[in-house]
């Protein structure tokens, strides 16, 4: 079984602040794939990264960066300098060889970036 | 172009109604799914297929009937529709493990209410 936990449910910052969001997955595959998605206010879900279990290089990309643990099995999402538009619902998800065909996603984070 | 879309966006209908929504990537993909994102924002998978195949059912009632007429299309059938079906519906499409990205890509959404 394939589960993707995200502990914070809701998280408020002020603008310019760095802000972490969690994700702690669970799998018995040792070829896995985990993603992060987020859904702004306006709904749709736009995928942000994908990272495979064989590289745990982290990965920065703007203000965004991912630091992946196999050892303690997460998957964490930072974003630096926080903006009103960061404002959204992230989500963590995990594909796995084992439930090839099941993108199993996390219970997402309600992040509010508040001017 | 829009590589996945779902119509319509928006759906208000009557208890007990039938309707359908439409689902097509333009993405080469070979697996398509349908999640169901109830009011706390959950994403559940209902269902999952490859080249045309039903792969996953996630214990969804019998009322949803998905169909998928090629591997670039994946339509849901909702019959007899009840309130509890109210929430929002997202198609998305993927390659699976080994042929590529793994990321899934999402339809815009239908919001689905249920009177």
């Known amino acids: 079984a394939q589960k993707v936990t995200q502990a914070q449910t809701e998280i408020s910052v002020v603008e310019k602040e760095d802000v972490t969001l969690d994700c702690v997955y669970e799998?018995?595959?040792?070829?896995?794939?985990l993603f992060w998605y987020k859904q702004p206010p306006s709904g749709e879900l736009v995928f942000l990264i994908r990272r495979n279990s064989f590289d745990e290089q982290n990965e920065i990309s703007g203000r965004y960066s991912w630091n992946f643990q196999k050892s303690t099995s997460s998957f964490n999402f930072t974003i630096t300098a926080s903006q009103v538009v960061d404002s959204a619902v992230y989500f963590c998800a995990l594909l796995s060889g084992g439930s090839n065909y099941k993108l199993t996603f996390g219970k997402g984070t309600l992040l509010t970036v508040n001017p | 172009d829009t590589a996945v879309s779902q119509t319509p966006k928006y759906l208000v209908t009557q208890m007990g109604n039938d309707k359908s929504i439409k689902c097509e990537q333009n993405?080469?993909?070979?697996?398509m799914y349908w999640y169901k994102q109830d009011s706390k924002k959950f994403l559940k998978i209902m269902f999952s297929y490859n080249n045309k195949e039903l792969i996953i059912n996630e214990t969804v009632p019998n009322r949803f009937s998905p169909k998928s007429p090629d591997k670039a299309h994946l339509n849901l059938h909702i019959n007899s529709l009840e309130l509890g079906d109210s929430a929002v519906y997202f198609c998305?499409?993927?390659?699976?493990?080994?042929?590529?990205?793994?990321?899934?890509?999402f339809g815009q959404g239908t919001r689905l209410t249920v009177v």
């Open positions: 998305a499409s993927s390659q699976v493990i080994g042929r590529g990205g793994t990321e899934a890509f």
């Open positions: 993405l080469g993909h070979d697996t």
């Open positions: 799998t018995r595959d040792t070829t896995y794939y």
